[in-house]
T-cell receptor, first 116, second 112 residues
Framework: GENVEQHPSTLSVQEGDSAVIKCTYS??????FPWYKQELGKRPQLIID?????GEKKDQRIAVTLNKTAKHFSLHITETQPEDSAVYFC???????????????FGQGTILTVHP | EAQVTQNPRYLITVTGKKLTVTCSQN?????MSWYRQDPGLGLRQIYY???????DKGDVPEGYKVSRKEKRNFPLILESPSPNQTSLYFC???????????FGPGTRLLVL
């Protein structure tokens, strides 16, 4: 099955710096890669996603890049703010045409701390 | 309001006492899933369902059961809970195989 590795497990930055979180996946049939943000005591919420036919997607201060050949994708947060502090999860979803279609596999999570 | 709901939100129980955590969504989503979240291990899928009466094991199905008799509901059943099932549980739903997945608020379970 799919295996998603996420690094680093913790990341500490100063306000205004950039933060980068990287994930690798194993299943070449995966074609959808969402990123979730989970604040303390709350549910994970989607912040950005990318599909396999796109190499990069940006939404204000957040961007995601995908390298299908290398099977890795990254989350980039620019001009970080204290409210960006949270746990971030990457995930990969298998595409149609095989078993486990639609199954979402998550990385282990990254605790991001933004210091004022 | 489109949402996924879970009940109860908090539960303390004892080893061996059967329990059910309910999950309901009002978005007419085909897909529903159960995850458990443990420190350092991320979100691990327990079971998922692609539609009514269609379920499949996730990565950590041992000790759990599910059913999908109606499209909106996907209860998680622990027939004989054990302390290693102490965890934070999330239900989620999404439309089809490629839609955005929405999470419920979570159920924190403690098994003594």
């Amino acid at each position: 099955g799919e295996n998603v590795e996420q690094h680093p497990s913790t990341l500490s930055v100063q306000e205004g710096d950039s933060a980068v979180i990287k994930c690798t996946y194993s299943d070449s049939a995966s074609n959808y890669f969402p990123w979730y943000k989970q604040e303390l005591g709350k549910r994970p919420q989607l912040i950005i996603d990318i599909r396999s036919n796109v190499g990069e997607k940006k939404d204000q201060r957040i961007a995601v890049t995908l390298n299908k050949t290398a099977k890795h994708f990254s989350l980039h947060i620019t001009e970080t703010q204290p409210e960006d502090s949270a746990v971030y999860f990457c995930a990969a979803r298998r595409g149609a045409g095989g078993t486990s279609y639609g199954k979402l596999t998550f990385g282990q999570g990254t605790i991001l701390t933004v210091h004022p | 309001e489109a949402q996924v709901t879970q009940n109860p939100r908090y539960l303390i129980t004892v080893t061996g006492k059967k329990l059910t955590v309910t999950c309901s969504q009002n978005m007419n989503h085909e897909y529903m899933s159960w995850y458990r979240q443990d420190p350092g291990l991320g979100l691990r899928q327990i079971y998922y369902s692609m539609n009514v009466e269609v379920t499949d094991k996730g990565d950590v199905p041992e000790g759990y059961k599910v059913s999908r008799k109606e499209k909106r509901n996907f209860p998680l059943i622990l027939e004989s809970p054990s302390p290693n099932q102490t965890s934070l549980y999330f239900c989620a739903s999404n439309s089809g195989g490629s839609g955005t997945q929405y999470f419920g608020p979570g159920t924190r379970l403690l098994v003594l």
